[in-house]
């Protein structure tokens, strides 16, 4: 009986902590993994950098691949090989950074070695300390689902039957295809108030933007430090949402798609939904979460 007694609460444990929409979309048990979420809500993933565990920001605006910065500079052996020029979208400066050759990287199971990667100095990219970034490249023929609400990340290579899905989501979009440093970036085709545009997803900033080619001069309002546009309408296929507040910027990534790239949707926005990339079918969608 003591063993039924102990049995019985790990076994509630164990249903209470797989997410709803695991069955759905086809996620094994062993295909799910916790997160964090940093102060401003941006997610992190476990890692493991020469066999040591760190938590990494998972970024879909990574280009890279997977980076560190100084704050674990001097946590993990590391052979400099060179240094580089780190440059913002528009291709302003933005600082120096050091190549460098690690022993082993770790993602979700998956042993890559050696790996060649950077070490920035965190200062460059945020106000906040952060260890490093993890982008898609390293999720090449995988689909993952990230659900901020319940902290979970679900990661598999087997494909998605959509049809059977319908009723849990709207139709997919597809990812449009990007060259060179932004072929593993998140660009899709979507509206915003009705105009076609493309729309970039990065996981990686606490912040949402719009151009304001897009907004009315008169709809644009002073933030405490920004220009902002509120209850701005968009959608992405068939799934129609409201941005209750963006930033108004100017948006240059330097790629070349038939409508420009006019927003730049952030983990303050994606937070409220549960988001698949499927880098096997090409295809993203969300859902209310």
Known sequence: MAALSVFVPLLFSFEQSRPDWAERLDYRQDELYPIKMQI????????????SPFWVIFDTGCSTGFSLTSVVEGKIEHKVTGKSTELNPDGSYRGETKLVTIASLEVFGQKYAPVETSISDWRIFSTAKFNGLLGLGYFKGKRVTIDYKKKKIGITDRPLDYAAVKDFSVPAVTLLEASDSHADLIYVLGKVRGHPTVIYLDTGSSASFIDPSMVDASEIKKGKRHLIAENVEMSLGDFSFTVK??????????????????????????????????????????AKN
């Open 40 to 51: 401003n809500s941006i997610p992190l993933v476990e890692v493991k950098v020469n066999g």
């Open 245 to 286: 507040q963006l930033r108004v910027q100017e948006q240059k990534r330097g790629v070349n798609f038939e409508y420009p790239q006019t927003v730049k949707l952030g983990s303050d926005v994606i937070r409220d939904f549960l988001i698949t990339i499927d880098k096997i079918s090409s295809k993203l969608f969300l």
